[in-house]
Every structure is written in structure tokens, then in C-alpha cells.
């Protein structure tokens, strides 16, 4: 079998500065296409999960909390109630005669036990269609316990993770401004949009303090409810990660009158810029703050160029291809790669808008793929054609580089290496060495073939051609 | 009298110790040669399915989905599934494809039987694949569920006419590693026999990698095997959960007097013992020299390394059968099972759990049955075992007790190579042996003041 793209998918494939741009996206998943998207549910569960003091409890059959449990690296220093799975494993008789009664019984149950700051709860696809009013449940069991306690309408099939960021926003924008916010430096910001994996957040805070800047709340990593409720007395949203948390910064905006901006703490120029908009934003109230800044930038580079240059030798004209959840990260990503004297050949993600897809064939090089909504098919041709070294990705995307003898770069949510800082950027130069650069490539028979000259060596022709000839056939099922 | 743990019934669910219908009805099907897995349902499902089977086996698992949005919830998810078998079919060019229901479609009513008829009729002018269906809606039954259901449904929708005698052995192992599926083949090839294993995943779910990415994994039950199940000259079953359900075995010895063995999954000695001893009788041989080497060296083991695991007490959790399987092993070598907890519940299991430690242990370890990781939790810390025997997800609840935990069946993900784990027949029992006697042995090791490089 061909290896042939579906009809209905060439849309959501661009190859720079093969046409001018168009792309669609923001698409339902076409039927029987093995997109590598999640559902609405699971938008909500990725941005609330790690409020680690609250209960997250699921309400819907058992597969849909069971996969989600504890999946995401999202750290907390303290409280670990989020890492819990809990449900209300609909069971064919609440699916007739509706699931009411028992989600309120389970809730005054794991109140009861756990003590938690506030509740949310998700709804599924199945209480989409039961109807079930979690709003009004929800509203009597926080008269009782005097908690918030927060529905959260993520049905499944309303959409993509996309529409899953905004109900999760509009539930935690209920908890939003509901404290007291005395005391808090005019020089402070909340963390919106990191998830703390491996520890991350920690890291960018600790930047922050040696800025002089306090944060309030790092609503999605090592969150609290607390912290989130007295959020609006932050003088600044930084809003990482192309939409988890957008809606709620604007949101805030609107509200309570806190600005954002948007930041990413990926790669170096990346990194150094978020934290120079910071001291942009409070140079007034703070004049030394952009000194302390380029201070903090100096110290972190002179530290990490030498590494990054003995890692550079090795990965020098390395093709990299990148499949991500959020375009947003692509961005930084084809950065950190250039760093590495790599060069990306392929980047595409689950949910990227328009915007995102035309700011990504600005900077990329003629002839990469820019893709939307992938499946494993698609990937795998253009892997195989554009003849990539390493691929970063997700679990999914994992086993179809591996199986290709290509190298791979977890860079999801159950990554378990700090990536983000300075010492985050040299962390991934490591992955990506570690990868690329083992032995182990030289056995695969892909490898193997292209050195005996019976495999196309496909892309990798004179620099700048573009695409190469479309030999491959990834078929094989015959 | 059965000493069953009382069980406090919590309304709300935690840290589940099952999975949902569907997956399970994936993975048998991912077990069929040119098969693709296909949910009808929402793209979510779907989606977390894959990245749960791929973070235990490591191999892509594609598994298609209708991809349901909220129109097709209200009016019914026909045109969806419809369109989504023929993007399959031109993508991957699949010889079978099995469809399973969600939670979703269960809801809305979709009569799949019908929207497959229609289909078959609005394409019949393609050459189609063969289309299975099995329902498997999450809020009856657990993944375990859906497995059988999807082999009983391989088996009735594809084995429909009577065969000539094939001399073949019908093997449905239930779920188990890839590397028992391999170990059953040999089993099989010593006895001079050739089996149909119904479905094997061996290789789908853990093969080499490749020159092109492969739409779909070599290997799998052949539809032409599928097909002459009729003609085999017996079928194996494993699974005391099975007995007295309809299963693919009953469906077969119904239809065309194939004659069924229910049998306990064979792990441990007496399990594969009954395993060897029916094969035996069924091929009138005697149990090949290899194998009853493999049982003398598996004796011998257990005497060389009684001591270091004598007295240890275990809770063990996981699916009914590999649950079983293990609780008869640990038995059998002198660890004492204290607790047994299943997610599942079909009634039955404390009985089997005592039947299977009958004569061998002083007291009857305590069984827990539909119970999720919380009540498992709850009873286990006030039992204070040494050892945990089950699936990854123990693993939080093994560091809090500084318990050991052996992991084995399914996911896991904290650890390299489940799915070349081999759990069933001697040998099985003799790697497994092996780990808890080490398991033991570095315990010791690290908290000896001393240490000791001498055993
Ligand atoms: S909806 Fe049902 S089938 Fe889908 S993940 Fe949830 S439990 Fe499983
Ligand atoms: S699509 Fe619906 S049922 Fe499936 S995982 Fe998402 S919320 Fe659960």
C-alpha cells in the first residue's frame, strides 16, 4: 500500500516555500484518521490537575480517570491530594436512572477524607448526554462544606483539547479574586501555563527572586487554592504555552485589570526574553531591576556556552523533527535546535492555529514540513522522507521514531528532565546528544540500508531544495 | 466458612485497579494478523487507550475512533463510523477490523450490527475487510471484559463454517505477555502440535524495527486461522474467570463440538501441571523430555531457595486470573498470600483464590473483590506485608509500606520489558521464583549493618 495522504488531510500539511501559505486547522479529527489528539476532558484535566490541595474528581465511567491518573509530572512541594485518581465509575445503573445522587454521595465522601481546599469536577461525555446538573450538585455540596466546589464542563466529544483549556479557565476563574490580597510586593506576578514538570517551575522562580520579583500564584504547577484565589493582586500574568491558560489571563484582564505577557521559558533567547519583559514591565517602579536582570542572563550563559559548544560539535547538521500539543513550543524548540547547529525538518502540533502555523513557515527553512493534527502515518512518511536524526515528541509519537531507528526526545508532560531554564536548555543539548549520538543507530536497518546505498538517503541533498523526491512508501501491510 | 475481608463500600472510586471495557477489546484485536483496533466513540478515548498500551509495550498501537463530535452525539454516530472504516481501509489497508463501542455510543444507542449491514451494503462493490464488532460499553464490566468479549466475537463472527479436521489446538491464553505467548508456541511445538492462539500479539506488540514504518505489525492470528478454528481437535482456555461464561471455547465446542478445556491460567506449579497433563491426554504423549526438564529445574530452584522467601506475607492485586495465577505460585514456594484483591467482580473468585491454595497454606489469605486501590490500601497497611505482587500502579503504596514489589500482567511502566515478561508455565514460574528470591536477597543486603557478599 501507498503510503498516500487522505484527500481530506492535505490541507493541514504545508511545506515551506513549496506554495504560499494556507493551512487548515482547528478541525474536528477526521473518523478513522488515528489522530494523535486527546479530547475536551483532557484539556481540562492538564491545566487543573496540578492545584495539588484540591480534590479533581472525575465524574463519568472508569477509563476516562484511569488513564489520567497521575500521568503528568506536575510536581508539588507540598500537598499531593492531585496525583490521586478519583471517579465515580458510572456503572450501568446511574447511566439510566442518571448520576446525581452518587457524584453527590462521593463528593461528601472524599471531602470528608481528604479535607481538600476546593473540588473540581469533570465532567465526561457520558454525563454530557445523561444530563446531569453538576452545577446545581455542586453548588449544594459547597453550601455544605463551605468549599469551592467547581464544575468543570469538559464533555469529550466537544472538541479538542483547545475547548478543554477554556472550561478549565472558567472554572478556576471562579476562585480567582475571592481572597485578600494585602501584602502582596507591587513588583509580583502569577506563573500561568507551566506545569511544573520535573521541578521547572521551581527553576523560573528561582530566577524571578533574584530579579527581586515575588510570585503569587504558579497556578499550573505546584498550585494552591489559595494562591490562586488572591491571584488578581499580582501587578503581572506571564502566560506560558500557546493557549492552556491564555483565556484565563484575559479573563483577569478584563475583571480585575492584570495585564499579561506572554513568555516562554524554553531555549536561550526564549528564556532571557521572558525574563527581560519582566523587568521591562517593573523598570519603572524598580529602575535597577534591568540590571539585576542582564546580571542574572550574563551569569547563566557564561556558564552554560562553553557546555553547550562541546555538545554543538557532535550535533552539527543533525536533522530534527518536532510533533508537539501546542505550537507554542515549536517556536522555542527550532531555536534551541539552531543552537545545537541543527536544523529542523518537520514541525507540527495537535491543536496550532492559523496564526501559529504562519508564524512557524516564517521561521523555518524552505522545505519543512509544517503539519496540523497529525496521525502516525503522516509522521512516519515524512520522517522517513525528510531522513530525520532525532524527533522530539510525546509518548504516542515515541514508538514510531523508535521503530524507524530514529532518535527521540520525550519532551511531554511525563518528561522527567527539567528542560526549561538555562540549565533546562543544556538538559535538552544532553537528551538530544544522548540520542542522536548513540551507537545503536548503526544496527537499525533503515541505517543500515543508507550506507549500503539501498535505502534513499531522501532529504538530505544540497542544503535548500527543498523536497526531496517523494520516493518513500511507508506501506508494507501489502 | 470463607474468610472473605469485609468490604466497606465507598460510593466514589480511587487509584481504580481495572481498566475500562474497551481497551481490552483493543488488544485482543491488535492480536489478529492485519487487524486494526477501531473505537467507535469520541477521539479521547481512543487517544488515552494508545498511550496507555504504549507506555507498558513500547510499540505503536494505532487504534482508530469514529472521532464522535457533538452533533454525532445527538444524532447518532453512523455516517462517522462509516466514514471512519473507509479511511482505515485506504490508509492502512487492513484485512480485519475491530470495531468496539464506548461508553458513548452505548449511551446514544447506536446499533452498530446496523450501521455494519449498511455498510456492507452501500460498499459491498469494495473489496472489504472482514468487520468484527463486539460491544463494550465501560459502565458494565472492565477491560478484562472486553478482552473476552472480543475474542468470543473473533470467534463467532469469523469461525462461522464447519472445517475439515485441521489436527490444530484452539489456544485462547487469555491476557498475558507477549513472551507467553512465544513460551505457549514452544509449549506447543514439544507436544508436536500446532496451536491457533486466539489472539496473539506476540509480535504485533513486540517486533523488531524496520527499514518502512509498518501501518500494521507483521504477525497475529490469521484469518484463515480464525476461520478453521472449527476443525481443531480441542481448544484451550485459561481463565478461571471464564468457567461458565460464554466464551470463545463454549461458542466453539457449541457450534461445532470442538471440545472446550477451561484451565487456570498456568502459572506456578500445580496450574501448569494441569496445563501438561491435559495436553498430554489430548495428544496421547507423553510430557516431552524438554518440558519435564524444565519442571525438574524448576523443583530444584525451589529447594535451593525455600529459606530466603519462607514466611514473607504478600498482597497480591490485579486481573482475576493472572491475580490467581500468581496467588497460587506464591503458595506454593512458602510466601504467604495475606490479602488478594481484584477490581473485577463476577463472584466466584474467593472461592477459587481458597481452591487454589487448598493444602498449602495454614491460614486462607483474605479476598477483596470489585475494590479499588483504597480499600486494597486500606486492609494491606493493617497487614503488613513484605511484598506486593501485581501491576505498576502498586508502586506508590509498595514505598509507603517499604514493601517490595514484583510486577507483573499489565501496565507496566515503571519498569523495562513488561511485555517480555514470561509469567506462564515452568519456566515462567522459575524466572518468577528467581526474582523474589532476589527480591528477598537484596533486602537483606541493604539493610544488613554489615552487608554480605556470600549467600
Ligand atoms: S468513556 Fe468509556 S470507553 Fe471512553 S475512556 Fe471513558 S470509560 Fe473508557
Ligand atoms: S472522549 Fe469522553 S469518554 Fe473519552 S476520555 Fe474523553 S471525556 Fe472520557
Given at each position: 500500500?501507498?503510503?498516500?495522504?487522505?484527500?481530506?488531510?492535505?490541507?493541514?500539511i504545508?511545506t515551506v516555500?513549496?506554495s504560499?501559505?494556507?493551512?487548515a486547522?482547528?478541525r474536528?479529527?477526521?473518523?478513522g484518521a488515528v489522530?494523535q489528539?486527546?479530547?475536551v476532558?483532557?484539556?481540562?484535566?492538564v491545566?487543573?490537575?496540578?492545584?495539588?490541595?484540591?480534590?479533581?474528581?472525575?465524574?463519568?465511567p472508569?477509563?476516562?480517570?484511569v488513564y489520567?491518573w497521575d500521568i503528568?509530572?506536575?510536581?508539588?512541594s507540598?500537598?499531593e491530594?492531585?496525583r490521586?485518581?478519583?471517579?465515580?465509575?458510572?456503572?450501568?445503573?446511574?447511566?439510566?436512572?442518571g448520576?446525581e445522587t452518587k457524584?453527590?454521595a462521593?463528593?461528601?465522601?472524599?471531602?470528608e477524607?481528604h479535607?481538600?481546599k476546593?473540588?473540581?469536577?469533570y465532567s465526561?461525555?457520558?454525563v454530557?448526554?445523561i444530563g446531569?446538573?453538576?452545577?446545581?450538585?455542586?453548588r449544594?455540596v459547597?453550601e455544605?462544606?463551605?468549599i469551592p466546589?467547581?464544575?468543570v464542563?469538559?464533555?469529550?466529544f466537544?472538541?479538542?483539547?483547545?475547548?478543554g483549556?477554556?472550561?478549565?479557565c472558567?472554572a478556576?476563574?471562579r476562585l480567582?479574586g475571592?481572597?485578600?490580597t494585602?501584602g502582596i510586593s507591587p513588583l509580583s506576578?502569577?506563573?500561568?501555563g507551566?506545569?511544573?514538570?520535573?521541578?521547572?517551575i521551581?527553576i523560573?522562580r528561582k530566577?524571578l527572586?533574584?530579579?527581586?520579583v515575588e510570585?503569587?500564584?504558579?497556578?499550573?504547577?505546584?498550585?494552591r487554592?489559595?494562591?490562586v484565589?488572591r491571584?488578581?493582586?499580582?501587578?503581572l500574568?506571564?502566560v506560558q504555552?500557546s493557549?492552556?491558560?491564555?483565556?484565563?489571563?484575559k479573563?483577569?484582564e478584563?475583571?480585575?485589570?492584570?495585564p499579561?505577557?506572554?513568555?516562554?521559558y524554553?531555549?536561550?533567547?526564549?528564556?532571557a526574553?521572558?525574563l527581560?519583559?519582566?523587568?521591562?514591565f517593573f523598570?519603572?517602579?524598580d529602575?535597577?531591576?534591568e540590571?539585576?536582570?542582564s546580571?542574572?542572563?550574563?551569569?547563566?550563559l557564561?556558564?552554560?556556552m562553553?557546555k553547550?559548544?562541546?555538545?554543538?560539535?557532535?550535533?552539527e547538521?543533525k536533522?530534527?523533527?518536532?510533533y508537539v500539543?501546542?505550537?507554542?513550543?515549536?517556536?522555542?524548540?527550532?531555536?534551541?535546535?539552531?543552537?545545537?547547529g541543527?536544523?529542523?525538518?518537520l514541525?507540527g502540533?495537535?491543536t496550532?492555529?492559523?496564526?501559529?502555523?504562519r508564524?512557524?513557515?516564517t521561521?523555518?527553512d524552505?522545505g519543512?514540513?509544517?503539519?496540523?493534527?497529525?496521525?502516525?502515518?503522516?509522521?512516519s512518511?515524512?520522517i522517513?522522507?525528510?531522513?530525520?536524526d532525532v524527533?522530539?515528541?510525546?509518548?504516542k509519537?515515541?514508538p514510531?521514531?523508535?521503530?524507524l531507528?530514529?532518535?527521540f526526545?520525550d519532551?511531554n508532560?511525563?518528561r522527567?528532565?527539567?528542560?526549561?531554564?538555562f540549565?533546562?536548555?543544556?538538559?535538552?543539548a544532553l537528551e538530544?546528544h544522548?540520542s542522536a549520538?548513540?551507537?545503536?543507530?548503526?544496527?537499525?536497518p533503515?541505517?543500515r540500508?543508507?550506507a549500503?546505498?539501498?535505502?534513499?538517503?531522501?532529504a538530505?541533498?544540497p542544503?535548500?531544495k527543498g523536497?526531496?523526491p517523494?520516493?518513500?512508501?511507508?506501506?508494507?501491510?501489502s | 466458612?470463607?474468610?472473605?475481608?469485609?468490604?466497606?463500600?465507598?460510593?466514589?472510586?480511587?487509584n481504580?485497579?481495572?481498566l475500562?471495557?474497551?481497551?481490552?477489546a483493543?488488544l485482543a484485536f491488535?492480536?489478529?494478523?492485519?487487524g486494526v483496533?477501531?473505537l467507535?466513540g469520541?477521539?479521547g478515548c481512543a487517544t488515552?487507550?494508545?498511550?496507555?498500551?504504549?507506555s507498558?509495550f513500547?510499540?505503536?498501537?494505532d487504534?482508530a475512533?469514529?472521532a464522535?463530535?457533538?452533533?454525532?452525539?445527538?444524532?447518532?454516530g453512523?455516517?462517522?463510523?462509516?466514514?471512519?472504516l473507509i479511511n482505515?481501509m485506504?490508509?492502512?489497508?487492513?484485512?480485519?477490523i475491530g470495531?468496539?463501542?464506548?461508553c458513548?455510543?452505548?449511551?446514544?444507542?447506536?446499533?452498530?450490527?446496523?450501521i455494519?449491514?449498511?455498510?456492507?451494503q452501500?460498499?459491498?462493490?469494495l473489496p472489504?475487510?472482514a468487520v468484527?464488532?463486539v460491544s463494550?460499553?465501560s459502565f458494565?464490566?472492565?477491560?478484562m471484559?472486553?478482552f473476552?468479549g472480543?475474542?468470543?466475537?473473533?470467534?463467532?463472527?469469523l469461525?462461522?463454517d464447519?472445517v475439515?479436521?485441521?489436527g490444530?489446538?484452539?489456544?485462547?491464553s487469555g491476557?498475558?505477555?507477549?513472551?507467553?505467548l512465544?513460551h505457549m508456541r514452544?509449549i506447543?511445538?514439544?507436544?508436536?502440535?500446532?496451536?491457533t492462539?486466539?489472539?496473539?500479539?506476540?509480535?504485533?506488540?513486540?517486533?523488531p524495527?524496520?527499514d518502512e514504518?509498518?501501518?500494521i505489525?507483521?504477525?497475529g492470528?490469521?484469518l484463515?486461522e480464525?476461520?478453521s478454528?472449527s476443525?481443531a481437535r480441542a481448544?484451550?482456555?485459561?481463565?478461571?474467570s471464564?468457567?461458565?461464561?460464554?466464551?470463545?471455547?463454549?461458542?466453539?465446542e457449541?457450534r461445532?463440538?470442538v471440545?472446550n478445556h477451561q484451565?487456570?491460567m498456568?502459572?506456578?506449579?500445580r496450574?501448569?501441571d494441569?496445563l501438561?497433563?491435559?495436553?498430554?491426554?489430548?495428544t496421547?504423549?507423553?510430557?516431552?523430555e524438554a518440558?519435564?526438564?524444565?519442571r525438574?529445574?524448576?523443583?530444584d530452584?525451589?529447594v535451593?531457595?525455600?529459606?530466603?522467601?519462607?514466611g514473607q506475607?504478600?498482597?497480591?492485586y490485579?486481573?482475576?486470573d493472572?491475580?490467581?495465577?500468581?496467588?497460587s505460585?506464591?503458595a506454593?514456594?512458602?510466601?504467604?498470600?495475606?490479602?488478594?484483591a481484584?477490581?473485577a467482580?463476577?463472584?466466584?473468585?474467593?472461592?477459587?483464590v481458597?481452591?487454589?491454595?487448598?493444602g498449602?497454606l495454614p491460614?486462607m489469605?483474605?479476598?477483596m473483590?470489585?475494590?479499588?486501590?483504597?480499600?486494597?490500601?486500606?486492609?494491606?497497611?493493617e497487614l503488613?506485608p513484605?511484598l506486593?505482587?501485581?501491576?505498576?500502579?502498586?508502586?506508590?503504596?509498595?514505598?509507603d509500606w517499604?514493601?517490595?514489589?514484583?510486577r507483573?500482567g499489565f501496565?507496566?511502566?515503571d519498569?523495562f520489558g513488561g511485555?517480555r515478561?514470561?509469567h506462564?508455565g515452568y519456566?515462567?514460574?522459575?524466572?518468577?521464583?528467581d526474582s523474589?528470591?532476589?527480591l528477598?536477597?537484596e533486602?537483606?543486603?541493604?539493610?544488613?549493618?554489615?552487608?554480605?557478599g556470600?549467600i
Amino acid at each position: 500500500m501507498k503510503n498516500e495522504l487522505l484527500e481530506e488531510r492535505k490541507g493541514q500539511i504545508h511545506t515551506v516555500g513549496e506554495s504560499p501559505f494556507d493551512m487548515a486547522c482547528n478541525r474536528e479529527s477526521l473518523a478513522g484518521a488515528v489522530s494523535q489528539r486527546a479530547c475536551v476532558f483532557c484539556g481540562s484535566r492538564v491545566v487543573l490537575y496540578p492545584i495539588a490541595d484540591a480534590l479533581h474528581l472525575v465524574h463519568g465511567p472508569i477509563g476516562c480517570a484511569v488513564y489520567t491518573w497521575d500521568i503528568r509530572g506536575a510536581l508539588s512541594s507540598g500537598p499531593e491530594l492531585h496525583r490521586l485518581s478519583f471517579s465515580t465509575d458510572l456503572q450501568e445503573r446511574d447511566v439510566i436512572f442518571g448520576g446525581e445522587t452518587k457524584l453527590e454521595a462521593a463528593l461528601v465522601e472524599l471531602i470528608e477524607r481528604h479535607q481538600p481546599k476546593a473540588a473540581f469536577v469533570y465532567s465526561t461525555c457520558i454525563v454530557g448526554l445523561i444530563g446531569d446538573d453538576l452545577e446545581a450538585v455542586c453548588r449544594k455540596v459547597e453550601e455544605r462544606f463551605g468549599i469551592p466546589v467547581m464544575p468543570v464542563q469538559s464533555e469529550g466529544f466537544k472538541g479538542s483539547k483547545r475547548e478543554g483549556y477554556l472550561a478549565a479557565c472558567k472554572a478556576m476563574n471562579r476562585l480567582v479574586g475571592t481572597a485578600d490580597t494585602t501584602g502582596i510586593s507591587p513588583l509580583s506576578v502569577n506563573i500561568f501555563g507551566d506545569f511544573n514538570l520535573a521541578g521547572e517551575i521551581w527553576i523560573i522562580r528561582k530566577y524571578l527572586e533574584r530579579m527581586g520579583v515575588e510570585v503569587v500564584a504558579n497556578v499550573t504547577g505546584d498550585g494552591r487554592v489559595a494562591d490562586v484565589q488572591r491571584a488578581h493582586g499580582a501587578a503581572l500574568n506571564l502566560v506560558q504555552c500557546s493557549g492552556a491558560t491564555l483565556d484565563l489571563a484575559k479573563m483577569m484582564e478584563e475583571e480585575h485589570g492584570v495585564p499579561h505577557v506572554r513568555v516562554s521559558y524554553l531555549g536561550i533567547e526564549d528564556m532571557a526574553d521572558s525574563l527581560y519583559k519582566v523587568a521591562e514591565f517593573f523598570k519603572d517602579i524598580d529602575p535597577d531591576i534591568e540590571r539585576r536582570t542582564s546580571e542574572l542572563v550574563r551569569e547563566e550563559l557564561e556558564a552554560l556556552m562553553p557546555k553547550l559548544a562541546g555538545l554543538r560539535k557532535d550535533l552539527e547538521g543533525k536533522r530534527a523533527a518536532i510533533y508537539v500539543g501546542g505550537a507554542f513550543k515549536a517556536f522555542s524548540l527550532i531555536k534551541a535546535f539552531r543552537h545545537l547547529g541543527m536544523k529542523v525538518v518537520l514541525v507540527g502540533s495537535q491543536t496550532g492555529t492559523r496564526e501559529d502555523y504562519r508564524e512557524l513557515a516564517t521561521i523555518t527553512d524552505p522545505g519543512t514540513v509544517i503539519i496540523d493534527d497529525a496521525n502516525p502515518l503522516e509522521l512516519s512518511k515524512y520522517i522517513k522522507e525528510k531522513d530525520v536524526d532525532v524527533f522530539v515528541g510525546g509518548v504516542k509519537e515515541r514508538p514510531i521514531a523508535f521503530k524507524l531507528g530514529v532518535g527521540f526526545c520525550d519532551h511531554n508532560h511525563e518528561r522527567k528532565i527539567a528542560l526549561e531554564g538555562f540549565i533546562g536548555m543544556y538538559n535538552f543539548a544532553l537528551e538530544i546528544h544522548a540520542s542522536a549520538m548513540s551507537p545503536v543507530w548503526n544496527f537499525m536497518p533503515r541505517r543500515r540500508g543508507r550506507a549500503e546505498g539501498t535505502v534513499d538517503s531522501g532529504a538530505r541533498g544540497p542544503e535548500g531544495k527543498g523536497c526531496p523526491p517523494c520516493a518513500a512508501t511507508a506501506g508494507g501491510a501489502s | 466458612m470463607i474468610a472473605t475481608a469485609p468490604k466497606t463500600n465507598y460510593v466514589s472510586t480511587t487509584n481504580a485497579c481495572k481498566l475500562c471495557t474497551p481497551l481490552g477489546a483493543t488488544l485482543a484485536f491488535k492480536g489478529v494478523a492485519g487487524g486494526v483496533p477501531f473505537l467507535h466513540g469520541s477521539q479521547g478515548c481512543a487517544t488515552y487507550m494508545r498511550r496507555y498500551i504504549i507506555s507498558h509495550f513500547r510499540e505503536p498501537m494505532d487504534i482508530a475512533s469514529s472521532a464522535l463530535g457533538e452533533k454525532n452525539a445527538i444524532y447518532g454516530g453512523g455516517p462517522n463510523l462509516k466514514k471512519g472504516l473507509i479511511n482505515v481501509m485506504r490508509k492502512y489497508a487492513p484485512e480485519v477490523i475491530g470495531v468496539a463501542t464506548t461508553c458513548l455510543t452505548e449511551t446514544i444507542g447506536d446499533d452498530v450490527h446496523m450501521i455494519l449491514h449498511e455498510f456492507r451494503q452501500e460498499f459491498g462493490d469494495l473489496p472489504l475487510p472482514a468487520v468484527v464488532q463486539v460491544s463494550t460499553p465501560s459502565f458494565s464490566g472492565t477491560h478484562m471484559d472486553g478482552f473476552h468479549g472480543a475474542v468470543l466475537s473473533l470467534a463467532e463472527q469469523l469461525c462461522v463454517d464447519q472445517v475439515e479436521p485441521t489436527g490444530r489446538v484452539n489456544v485462547m491464553s487469555g491476557f498475558v505477555s507477549a513472551e507467553d505467548l512465544r513460551h505457549m508456541r514452544e509449549i506447543g511445538r514439544a507436544f508436536d502440535l500446532e496451536l491457533t492462539l486466539l489472539p496473539d500479539y506476540s509480535d504485533t506488540l513486540d517486533g523488531p524495527t524496520y527499514d518502512e514504518y509498518q501501518p500494521i505489525a507483521a504477525g497475529g492470528t490469521t484469518l484463515e486461522e480464525i476461520r478453521s478454528m472449527s476443525g481443531a481437535r480441542a481448544s484451550l482456555e485459561f481463565g478461571t474467570s471464564l468457567v461458565g461464561r460464554k466464551t470463545a471455547g463454549a461458542s466453539l465446542e457449541k457450534r461445532f463440538g470442538v471440545v472446550n478445556h477451561q484451565l487456570p491460567m498456568p502459572i506456578g506449579l500445580r496450574a501448569t501441571d494441569a496445563l501438561m497433563e491435559t495436553l498430554s491426554e489430548l495428544t496421547g504423549q507423553p510430557i516431552p523430555e524438554a518440558i519435564a526438564a524444565e519442571r525438574g529445574r524448576l523443583l530444584d530452584a525451589l529447594v535451593d531457595g525455600h529459606k530466603y522467601i519462607a514466611g514473607q506475607r504478600a498482597v497480591v492485586y490485579g486481573d482475576e486470573d493472572m491475580v490467581l495465577g500468581m496467588t497460587s505460585l506464591l503458595a506454593e514456594i512458602g510466601i504467604r498470600p495475606v490479602l488478594v484483591a481484584t477490581g473485577a467482580g463476577g463472584g466466584g473468585f474467593a472461592e477459587a483464590v481458597h481452591e487454589t491454595c487448598a493444602g498449602l497454606l495454614p491460614e486462607m489469605p483474605e479476598v477483596m473483590e470489585k475494590v479499588d486501590f483504597h480499600d486494597i490500601a486500606a486492609r494491606a497497611g493493617e497487614l503488613k506485608p513484605d511484598l506486593l505482587v501485581g501491576n505498576s500502579k502498586g508502586y506508590r503504596y509498595a514505598r509507603d509500606w517499604n514493601a517490595d514489589l514484583l510486577r507483573v500482567g499489565f501496565p507496566i511502566h515503571d519498569r523495562f520489558g513488561g511485555q517480555r515478561l514470561l509469567h506462564l508455565g515452568y519456566r515462567g514460574a522459575l524466572g518468577l521464583f528467581d526474582s523474589l528470591v532476589n527480591l528477598a536477597i537484596e533486602r537483606k543486603q541493604n539493610t544488613s549493618d554489615i552487608g554480605y557478599g556470600y549467600i
